[in-house]
Structures are given as structure tokens and as C-alpha cells.
């Protein structure tokens, strides 16, 4: 057995924020994140390992998806939680989660 998934979270900015690899700041709301994985077969599991994160980004004319790394992505989220000084935790993601699965 092969195959794939890809798992779509939502993040929330209140602030302006960068992001590598873009080289523009991008305006507070909330972005879709997907995180895709393939499946390890194992002798007696099988476990998924993250191939990619990605960050759409709705323009005017279109949705732009980047590659992301997701210690840069909570980075971001981590400098926007501090810069609003808003005392409650926040999650990394939240909103809504969804699974896709592709053989």
C-alpha cells in the first residue's frame, strides 16, 4: 500500500507578517496551510512523514501557493501573538481541519 495525504489548517494573522520564501509582507487574515505527507510502511505500522507545507495566498486575480517551512510559518505566528501583546495562547492552527487522502 501507497499513498498520501494532505491535511488543510487555517492560521490567523492580526498583523502584517513575512514569510520566507516570499519577498513582500503579506496583510493579516486568515490563510489555509496544507500539509502534505506520504506514507513509511513499516513491518508493523505505518506512519506518514511531512513532504511539504504549503501557504495559499489569495491575491486579487488568484490563490498563490508557496512552500513553507513550518518552523518559519509558527515563527511568524509566534512575533504576531507577541506584537499584539493579546495574553491568550494561540494555536499554530485552528479554524478548520480537513483530510484528503490519494492513492
Do not use: C
Request: aromatic share 4%.
Amino acid at each position: 500500500m501507497t499513498g498520501s495525504r494532505t491535511t488543510r489548517s487555517s492560521v490567523s494573522f492580526k498583523a502584517p507578517f513575512r514569510i520566507p520564501p516570499l519577498d513582500r509582507s503579506l496583510p493579516a487574515g486568515i490563510y489555509a496551510v496544507d500539509t502534505e505527507e506520504e506514507i513509511v510502511e513499516g513491518n508493523e505500522r505505518n506512519v506518514y512523514i511531512r513532504v511539504a507545507t504549503l501557504l495559499r495566498v489569495q491575491t486579487a486575480s488568484a490563490i498563490e501557493i508557496w512552500p513553507v517551512d513550518p518552523a518559519a510559518l509558527q515563527a511568524a505566528l509566534s512575533r504576531d501573538h507577541v506584537s499584539n501583546d493579546d495574553p491568550r495562547p494561540r494555536p499554530s492552527s485552528s479554524l478548520d481541519h480537513h483530510a484528503t487522502s490519494a492513492d
